[in-house]
C-alpha cells in the first residue's frame, strides 16, 4: 500500500495497490473490493498498446499504464491498521464527470456517519467533492 494522506482522529489513506491488498480489503471489509479492483486492473490490461513489437519488451510499460488507467483504490485505517472505509475514485483521482465514485465502510454500511471528516480531507487531496449523496451507493 502507498500512503495518500494523513486524516482526523489518527487515521490515514492508502492506495491500494495489488490483487492481494485488495483481497485482505475484502476480507477486512467483508464487501467486494477484490473483484472490482480485479475487473480494473484486467480492463486496463486490455486497453494497453505495446509501444514494441519485440517479444522481449512489448510489456515494457503495461504496469505503469495499467496504474493511469485504473481507478483508484483507497482505504482509510486507523492507528493499529484496521480497514476503516473503502474509496474508488476516478483514474489518476481526477475529476470525470461520467466516473460513478464509490464509498463504502464495513459490509457495505455508510461510512460517513463515522468518518465524513477523513472522507472530506480525501476529497480535499485529490481536489473532488466527496459528497454523500454522490458516493454513497447504498441510500
Not at 473503502?86 to 466516473?99: K, S, V, Y
Not at 455508510?110 to 467533492?129: C, Q, T, V
Request: net charge negative; aromatic share 10%.
Amino acid at each position: 500500500m502507498q500512503y495518500i494522506c494523513d486524516a482526523p482522529g489518527s487515521t490515514t489513506w492508502f492506495l491500494i495497490e495489488t490483487e492481494g491488498e485488495a483481497a485482505l480489503e475484502s476480507d477486512a471489509m467483508h464487501h467486494a473490493v477484490e473483484k472490482h479492483f480485479h475487473q480494473a486492473w484486467e480492463s486496463a490490461e486490455r486497453s494497453y498498446r505495446p509501444t514494441s513489437s519485440s517479444f522481449v519488451e512489448k510489456n515494457i510499460g503495461l504496469k505503469a499504464h495499467v496504474q493511469r488507467a485504473m481507478p483508484l483504490f483507497l482505504t482509510l485505517r486507523d492507528a493499529e491498521g484496521q480497514a476503516l472505509v473503502t474509496a474508488m475514485l476516478p483514474p489518476g483521482g481526477r475529476h470525470e464527470p461520467a466516473f460513478r465514485i464509490i464509498i463504502v465502510g464495513p459490509e457495505n454500511s455508510d461510512p460517513y456517519i463515522d468518518h465524513a471528516e477523513a472522507i472530506r480531507k480525501l476529497g480535499e487531496h485529490f481536489g473532488l467533492s466527496l459528497e454523500r449523496s454522490r458516493c454513497y451507493p447504498y441510500h
